[in-house]
């Protein structure tokens, strides 16, 4: 039985920005790469070629230690909605021979906003990590896992040890973006016939990997390797489409693209029956359907979502209802955690300009509620440019640019609800487009007035939201609660497998 070697880089695409990267649970030392060594692969999203990758290892020293340096360089055009979206990343990582992370550096740049960029120093049994955010620098310690390993030293082992057809590993995994660590089982599963760019099926060697998240969300990804064990191929499933790259040549990797993509905004869109007024409705009670998953750990229960298990696993009846509104005046408060009032690199509620658009806005009011909907109605007016080029912006920047989408709306939101006094998170999951009788992924805010979290969506400016969202997570954006692109993960995993049937629609009369 021949063995295997495995390579995880289809992991950084996931959600098109989040870095997830596997580091070993195991410390048994590996050789050092004498020279640099480089390899190119094309990226691909359904059938159409969106951006390549290049990855290089090479020795380096630093203050007299031998150390090794490995670095990832992706870049990817992806249409949204008739508009391209250009994203390029890099991260690099110096660690020794055996894993142990020195240090590290990822940054994502997506015109027209500045780019992020997260630097970390490992010291003993911490890391410290610099977030530079337009242009906003914030400092935090995250404490290191000692089982955790750098990625590159995780491809080193797996090709100096490598699996045999049949057998399981259990990884530790360290996620850049989210500072989380997380496990995945590889499993060799073995082999298959799989088309390859020159249009021909090769037997080839599958290796199935599944990454369990903080949460319990699971990440599925296949890999496909010679006889020598180069990977070939790897597809990640992701928002209802394949992610999927090739190993090739540099001068295929960097060939321009045909122009021809497909557009993520359409394409990930779950149809369904129209909904006659789906945004006033005071309830909307769907089934929501998901093969091979229970769809009730994707789905967020609270005052406005009631989730029922039925007799089949995969389906559950979703009941979603409007908020109670407070009544004027009442604006008696609760203990809620700092989490949700104080700045954070994305919801900058301290940024000058942000708290600007927030006096702006609010005026003398001083009645939390009506407060809200002051600066829902605000930020619906003046975001009247909708930018569907930006991946995720913070508040500052959309506070100066004042153009952007959903996720734009709703962080600007956020921000300025804490500037005003107003406890804010981020809700992210599904909403109902009217005109295209369809659901997609979306973001809006949540404010949490007289004792009750509220939700908010300044796209609408409605006042509030009806039927027409479906929850699958929320986050405070707080240092500790991970990226932005983690809130999204729910959304995109949903999206490959849910199936949605409206069953009741309900008016106040």
């Not at 995969?314 to 407070?326: M, Y």
């Not at 927030?358 to 009506?370: H, I, P, S």
């Not at 027409?468 to 809130?487: C, F, R, V």
């Amino acid at each position: 039985m021949r063995s295997i070697r495995y390579r995880p880089l289809l992991w950084k695409l996931l959600g098109l920005m989040a870095f997830l990267l596997a580091a070993p649970a195991w410390a048994e030392e590996t050789s050092t790469p004498t020279a640099k060594e480089e390899s190119w692969d094309v990226i691909y999203l359904g059938d159409s070629r969106v951006g390549y990758a290049r990855s290089t290892t090479m020795p380096v020293e630093r203050d007299g230690q031998k150390l090794i340096r490995s670095e990832t360089e992706m870049h990817m055009v992806i249409k949204r909605f008739g508009q391209a979206l250009k994203i390029t990343m890099l991260e690099t990582y110096e660690e020794t021979a055996d894993g142990d992370v020195v240090s590290f550096s990822m940054s994502m740049n997506n015109p027209p906003f500045s780019s992020m960029k997260s630097t970390g120093i490992r010291s003993g049994d911490q890391l410290d990590i610099t977030t530079e955010i337009a242009g906003k620098k914030s400092h935090k310690k995250v404490a290191w896992d000692p089982e955790a390993k750098s990625p590159a030293y995780q491809q080193r082992l797996l090709e100096e040890q490598p699996l045999k057809p049949g057998e399981t590993r259990t990884i530790k995994v360290f996620t850049s973006d989210s500072l989380q660590f997380s496990t995945v089982d590889i499993t060799a599963i073995g082999e298959e016939k799989v088309k390859l760019l020159d249009g021909k099926l090769h037997n080839l060697m599958k290796v199935a990997s599944t990454m369990t998240l903080p949460g319990g969300v699971k990440i599925t990804s296949d890999s496909y390797l010679d006889k020598e064990g180069a990977t070939l191929r790897t597809t990640l499933p992701m928002a209802g489409l394949t992610m999927s790259m090739f190993r090739v040549e540099k001068s295929a990797a960097l060939k321009e693209l045909a122009g021809d993509e497909l557009d993520l905004g359409i394409s990930t869109l779950v149809k369904v029956p129209r909904i006659k007024n789906a945004h006033q409705a005071s309830k909307v009670v769907y089934s929501i359907t998901m093969p091979g998953e229970d769809p009730a750990q994707f789905l967020i229960a609270g005052e406005t979502q009631k989730i029922e298990k039925t007799t089949d696993p995969e389906v559950v009846t979703l009941s979603v209802t409007q908020a109670a509104k407070p009544k004027s005046g009442d604006s008696k408060t609760a203990a809620v955690d700092d989490d949700y009032t104080l700045p954070t690199p994305f919801l900058q509620s301290d940024d000058p300009t942000v708290a600007k658009h927030a006096r702006l806005a609010v005026g003398d009011e001083q009645d939390a509620w009506k407060k809200a909907l002051l600066l829902e109605q605000y930020v619906h007016q003046k975001l009247t440019k909708k930018n569907f080029s930006t991946a995720m912006a913070s508040a500052a920047e959309v506070a100066a640019n004042l153009e952007g989408d959903c996720t734009e709306h709703a962080v600007l939101l956020a921000a300025m609800a804490r500037a005003a006094g107003i406890p804010s998170r981020i809700a992210a999951g599904l909403v109902y487009v009217d005109r295209l009788s369809s659901f997609g992924g979306h973001m809006w805010t949540e404010v949490y007035v007289a004792g009750h979290w509220i939700p908010l969506d300044a796209t609408l400016g409605a006042g509030g939201i009806g039927g027409g969202h479906i929850k699958l997570s929320e986050t405070s954006m707080a240092d500790d609660a991970g990226a932005p692109i983690t809130a999204l993960l729910p959304m995109m995993t949903a999206l490959a497998k849910i199936k949605i049937e409206v069953i009741d629609v309900e008016h106040a009369r």
